[in-house]
């Protein structure tokens, strides 16, 4: 039943943690929380990595359940369908959020005119075959590609780095700590990544230090994230209100690099990447959400359907970044954080019914 | 393996894919035709509507085997805005006029009274332009220099880019691009600073100018220059001369020429001013010296405070000289040494403390905080800032009441003192 090695699994966390949080989050944060948006960020990976660590958990007390075997012996078996039809909704709103991103990015920056129907076909067509062979197929895509994204980002983070005065934005909280409070309950749906997680109970084959690792690597992609977003609010000040995107911003500010073309290529690349491998993590979730409500043997109609709902969203619905941005912040985040909150207690349940099992086992 | 390949869906969905979205491609015309790349704006205030815009646009038009130089044009068109302007350029030049290339905007003088903000608003909100467009000041028309970056240089884009990297780090003009220039006006100080970069044309003669301005002429050059001196040749520069424009709030406060902004410098930590001369300096030694330095090092430790609702800066200089050049008036030739460093410094010192005290008084007289003192004050006491703030009539006039204090320590070094620290 294992499909996933940790490694791999550690892979799927650092992607899924990553999407979204380069691009339109750090401009987002900073229009809420304005010189206290690193706090912001850094409460949102506490929520991030805290919801992650609980998921790990589970994973690692159930190697072998299914989630919703979990779910239906947890809360019983109305309640379990319910919550699957709550996280089938969160993912695919966090898929199209992702799709959106990149389709604005290519729009934006790389075509006058970018069809949204071919993006979509194209796109679907990949990320709907990836997602459809499977979490181990998803997970050596993810082991070759992972060097590639690491690399890309770095050099865009340290192309900027000579810019970074650090002080630029203190003193931090000179109207107290609400601002930054604020700042992360308005923008929680960013931190959301790691509730689709949980859809690989059962999948990975844990190894020794499972938790820890797992916990380093979110650690670590916190670290980063962090430090980027520090280093990107530190060169572009009070003007970052005005920004769209700000791994794009950031790789265009040096004015001495034009002979690497702005590094675009490298934004692309990384896009690209993340985007396929990201949504395809994504589209994945929810084929095996797909199949669990319907209990059919295979993940293709499931993922065909999930496809055909993005499709359509993404192509008939095709609202403008900002647009989808002001329904995250005021709508979509306090509904992320009552997700959030339903899913801790969830994996607080699952944790918990496994110990009072063994205790009984022994007893 | 071809049996095994064949077999899958996967490559027959391909293969559609490749029917359907290849003859729509192929069938897409030429970008060069529908585009037109601009690789700089200039920004003038329209001579016949005040309140609207001139802009000037350097655009290079691809064209197969030609050269740089031969495929950029210059257009110019006048609207209420910028973005009316350059639709209006869209019109004229038949083509989408693209900005993603567009590497410098230079703002003419009458537009740089008004408030730049509005005026560039259009450029750093738009997703079509890169974020790092350096901005120049010129104190002619905007349009005079971007067509002198065609006409005068043979590689224009990269020599003002140049200009620019070399005042970056060795005038106070603080990395002058689009993005900083918001920042800074968007930031409480809302002073920027950018650089100043001017076209000139002087006339001159032809015999000057072909014997290299050295004066002398030799047999062959008389013969020759005697037709060519009857006929003036115009000389067509653009010239960084070192100076810098300060903005407040968006509109133009002043020009500084290059020998305030090197006073300028001595308060940025940060920038390298390469050489300093000391003049009539007298002593046992010099009679009348004037006295060259490179200027090795230079630390500036800044203490901010509040005491009493009243902010003060501790400013402590240390520098470290090197001497280069010692020219005394009565002709005597000096050996390399170190020569009495206490004269020397104590004249440094002096020339540093007036030329600080003039910059401080400047900034108190005309509002303006280059250095950005709002941000250092709020650091070393929010509390004590804000209160300072609210006791002012015009908080927007912060400086004119702060303190500073400052001591210079000047450490000379000639190549004896070197052997002599072996001693």
């Known amino acids: ?363 | 393996m071809s049996k095994t390949l064949f077999n899958k869906i996967i490559v027959y969905v391909v293969v559609i894919f490749l029917l359907i979205l290849m003859p729509s491609e192929i069938n897409l015309p030429n970008q060069s035709t529908i585009q037109a790349i601009c690789t700089g704006l200039a920004i003038d205030v329209d001579q016949n509507n005040p309140e609207g815009l001139s802009v000037t646009s350097q655009i290079v038009i691809p064209q197969a085997g030609g050269q740089y130089k031969q495929s950029v044009t210059i257009v110019t068109t006048e609207g209420k805005n910028l973005l009316d302007a350059l639709n209006k350029m869209d019109y004229q030049i038949g083509k989408k006029l693209r900005l993603s290339h567009c590497c410098y905007v230079i703002i003419g003088y009458q537009a740089s009274l008004h408030d730049l903000s509005k005026t560039l608003d259009y450029l750093v909100r738009g997703n079509n332009t890169g974020n790092n467009i350096v901005l120049v000041h010129t104190t002619g028309l905007a349009r005079d220099l971007i067509e002198g970056t065609t006409s005068v240089n043979t590689n224009e884009v990269d020599n003002l880019q140049t200009i620019t990297k070399y005042n970056d780090e060795y005038l106070a003009s603080n990395d002058a691009n689009l993005k900083s220039f918001f920042d800074d006006y968007m930031s409480p100080h809302s002073t920027s600073v950018i650089n100043c970069i001017n076209r000139t044309k002087s006339q001159s003669s032809g015999d000057s100018s072909n014997s290299g301005g050295s004066g002398s002429s030799n047999s062959s050059g008389s013969n020759s220059g005697s037709s060519i001196d009857s006929q003036a040749i115009e000389k067509d520069t653009i010239k960084n001369n070192g100076e810098i424009s300060i903005f407040k709030k968006g509109k133009l406060v002043m020009v500084l020429d290059n020998e305030m902004r090197k006073k300028f410098n001595w308060l940025d930590d940060g920038l390298r001013e390469t050489s300093v001369v000391l003049e009539h300096i007298d002593s046992e030694i010099f009679d009348d010296a004037t006295i060259g330095f490179t200027l090795l090092d230079k630390e500036l430790k800044s203490d901010f405070s509040i005491q009493n609702n009243q902010p003060t800066v501790h400013l402590t200089l240390n520098v470290r000289l090197r001497t280069e050049m010692i020219l005394q008036d009565n002709g005597e030739v000096l050996p390399n040494k170190t020569y009495n460093d206490q004269v020397i410094a104590h004249a440094f010192n002096e020339l540093a403390n007036n030329d600080i005290n003039e910059v401080i008084a400047l900034e108190q007289e005309y509002g303006f905080d280059v250095f950005n003192y709002y941000h250092e004050f709020e650091m070393a006491d929010y509390q004590g800032w804000q209160k300072y703030l609210n006791s002012l009539d015009d908080p927007e006039n912060y400086m004119k009441n702060i303190q500073v204090f400052i001591k210079v320590n000047t450490d000379v070094y000639g190549i004896s003192s070197i052997i002599k620290s072996f001693k």
């Not at chain 1, 797909?290 to 619905?317: D, E, L, R």
Request: glycine share 4%; net charge positive; with cysteine.
């Open chain 1, 1 to 363: 039943m294992t499909e996933l090695t940790t490694r791999q699994f550690i892979f799927v966390c650092l992607f899924l943690g990553i999407t979204s949080k380069l691009m339109s989050m750090p401009v987002a944060l900073y229009d809420s929380a304005s010189n206290d948006a690193i706090w912001s960020i850094l409460l949102g990976f506490v929520i991030e990595i805290s919801l992650a660590i609980l998921i790990c958990l589970v994973i690692k007390k159930h190697p072998n359940s299914s989630l919703f075997s979990l779910l239906k012996n947890s809360v019983g078996t109305v309640l379990a369908y319910i919550i699957l039809i709550i996280l089938y909704a969160f993912i695919t709103i966090k898929l199209f959020f992702a799709l959106e991103e990149v389709y604005t990015f290519f729009k934006e920056f790389l075509y006058d005119y970018f069809s949204p129907l071919m993006f979509a076909l194209a796109t679907f067509f990949v990320i709907g075959y990836l997602s459809y062979k499977g979490a181990r197929t998803i997970g050596r895509v993810l082991e070759i590609l992972f060097p590639i994204i690491i690399l890309g980002l770095l050099v865009t983070v340290l192309s900027n780095a000579g810019f970074v005065e650090f002080n630029t934005q203190m003193p931090y909280f000179k109207e107290g700590i609400l601002p930054s409070l604020e700042g992360t309950l308005k923008n929680v749906f960013y931190f959301g990544n790691s509730i689709p997680l949980l859809l690989f109970v059962g999948k990975v084959k844990i190894s020794n230090h499972f938790i820890l690792k797992s916990s380093l690597a979110y650690l670590s992609l916190a670290i980063f994230v962090s430090g980027f977003c520090f280093a990107y609010y530190d060169i572009f000040g009070h003007s970052t209100i005005l920004g769209l995107f700000a791994l794009i911003d950031y790789s265009q500010y040096n004015p001495y690099i034009l002979d690497l073309q702005r590094l675009n290529w490298l934004s692309i690349i990384v896009n690209v990447t993340k985007l396929f491998c990201s949504t395809s993590i994504m589209l994945y979730c929810l084929g095996q959400i797909g199949k669990m409500i319907t209990h059919t043997q295979s993940t293709f109609i499931p993922i065909v359907v999930a496809c055909t709902i993005n499709f359509i969203i993404a192509t008939f619905i095709n609202y403008e970044i900002d647009a989808i941005k002001y329904i995250v912040t005021h709508y979509v985040s306090y509904i992320t954080l009552a997700i959030i909150l339903l899913v801790a207690i969830l994996c607080i349940i699952m944790i918990a019914k496994r110990s009072q099992n063994v205790k009984n086992t022994i007893q």
